[in-house]
Nanobody, 126 residues
Framework: QVQLVESGGGLVQSGGSLRLSCAAS????????MGWFRQAPGKEREFVGY????????NYADSVKGRFIISRDNAKNTVYLQMNSLKPEDTAVYYC???????????????????WGQGTQVTVSS
């Protein structure tokens, strides 16, 4: 019912920046919160951050706080992840997710997204 497509991944050097995009299509009226997750080789999927429908509420993992910024453009049904001061430990496949309902933020931070993108690779070299 909802499709999410990430883009913007690539290879950067330590200290560099990337901006990831996640475009939603389909029943986007039911999407109230969107977030980003990442998974490095051999590790569990990790919460990165989320943003509410209005953009008034954002939350970030401690590992990225102060370096990453989540924003959204509802007119374009798109959420962004601006990644600054990238470190090698940021290397991972990054996924976007979306949730709806009254418990949308709780479910999202738990990784219980209603919809998921296919992921985009981010590689940060030393």
């Amino acid at each position: 019912q909802v499709q999410l497509v990430e883009s913007g991944g690539g290879l950067v050097q330590s200290g560099g920046s990337l901006r990831l995009s996640c475009a939603a299509s389909g029943r986007t009226f039911s999407i109230y919160a969107m977030g980003w997750f990442r998974q490095a080789p051999g590790k569990e999927r990790e919460f990165v951050g989320y943003i509410s429908w209005s953009g008034s509420i954002t939350n970030y993992a401690d590992s990225v706080k102060g370096r990453f910024i989540i924003s959204r453009d509802n007119a374009k049904n798109t959420v962004y992840l601006q990644m600054n001061s990238l470190k090698p430990e940021d290397t991972a496949v990054y996924y976007c997710a979306a949730t709806g309902g009254v418990d949308r933020l709780v479910r999202l931070v738990r990784g219980e997204g209603d919809y998921w993108g296919q992921g985009t690779q981010v590689t940060v070299s030393s």
